[in-house]
Structures are given as structure tokens and as C-alpha cells.
């Protein structure tokens, strides 16, 4: 039915400014090579980054790969203060959130079990993100544009109940558990 596993997040950045009236879309564009998504609950995709809208106003950039790193994640200070000067903010959230995937034909009902969001194909599209619970605990959701899969944020002090919640939804979908992999 489904495979499941931690992915092992690199640097975890928020930033924060109004598109509108500041520069922050052009700034994280020349300094992080990529383009903040600008409708809601959508993602962008550099070969280092990726860009997930966590509101109107503020963005997840997420390691992306060993590809690019050390340009568009070096720096924090300096990237920092350029966004700031713009009238924008960067935060380093890396140590706050774990990450699990889930991959496979059931992944979507195991998910579906203890979260109120409609995860159809047609509905929550690859490349789409969203936040919402499971079961009890607040949640990020990335829905995969390669393979049928998802990744799950969550606070790192509730990650050890969320990965026992998952195991025990896709128990009866039959599941396996696969070693730490990239997000």
C-alpha cells in the first residue's frame, strides 16, 4: 500500500515580507535563484531550493538537493540582512520541523484518514502544498511532482507521536518503512 519514511531535511528557511510593496520577490530571486510562488498553497522548484507558500506574506525555502547548495544556502547573514533592507525578513527554522514521506498507490487515504484536506489528484495537485492537522497536530503538506508521494512537516516535539499516528493509519492499508532519504 504505501511506504513511509523520515526525509532528512537540510537548511529549512521562512521568509517573510509583503509582495506587494516590497522588493521581496525580486530580492529572494537574485540571491536564492528562485521564484517565491505567489498563489496560495503552491510550491516552485530550483535545482538547490524549494519554494512552498505558507502564506500571503511568507514562504518556506527547503534544501532541495546536493546540487546548488553551497550557493543558494551560504551566507544566511548576508542574505538576511539584503532581505531586510528590502523590507522583507529571513529566518532559519531548520532545527524546528521534522519531515516524513509518504509514498505509493494509498498514500493519499492513509493521509486522508486523519486530515480533514481532500488529497484527490485532481484537487491537491503535484507541486501543491497545504496546512492543516493530522489527527491532533498541525501539519505542512507537499504533495510530490515526480512520484505519487507526500511529505508531512511537523514540529519536532510532536514528531515522534505523528510518526506512530502514521504507522497505525497505514497499517490497514499494508505499509512498509523505508531508511532516512533527502526530502
Not at 69 to 82: G, I, S
Amino acid at each position: 500500500g504505501c511506504r513511509i519514511h523520515v526525509a532528512t531535511l537540510g537548511p529549512v528557511w521562512n521568509v517573510q515580507g509583503d509582495p506587494v510593496r516590497t522588493s521581496v520577490v525580486a530580492d529572494v530571486q537574485r540571491l536564492f535563484g528562485i521564484a517565491l510562488p505567489l498563489v496560495p498553497n503552491t510550491a516552485q522548484r530550483s535545482d538547490a531550493l524549494l519554494a512552498l507558500w505558507i502564506g500571503p506574506r511568507s514562504w518556506l525555502l527547503i534544501d532541495g538537493g546536493a546540487s546548488g547548495r553551497a550557493a543558494a544556502l551560504a551566507d544566511f547573514d548576508a542574505k538576511r540582512d539584503a532581505l531586510s533592507a528590502g523590507g522583507g525578513a529571513l529566518f532559519d527554522i531548520s532545527a524546528s520541523r521534522v519531515a516524513f514521506t509518504i509514498r505509493g498507490a494509498r498514500a493519499a487515504s492513509v493521509l486522508a484518514s486523519s486530515c480533514p484536506l481532500d488529497f484527490d489528484s485532481r484537487v491537491f495537485l503535484p507541486g501543491n502544498c497545504a496546512q492543516s492537522v493530522f489527527g491532533r497536530v498541525s501539519a505542512l503538506y507537499y504533495r510530490h511532482e515526480t512520484a505519487p508521494g507526500f511529505s508531512v512537516m511537523v514540529a519536532r516535539s510532536l514528531a515522534a507521536d505523528v510518526w506512530h499516528a502514521l504507522c497505525v493509519a497505514a497499517a490497514s492499508e499494508g505499509y512498509d518503512v523505508a531508511p532516512p532519504a533527502a526530502f
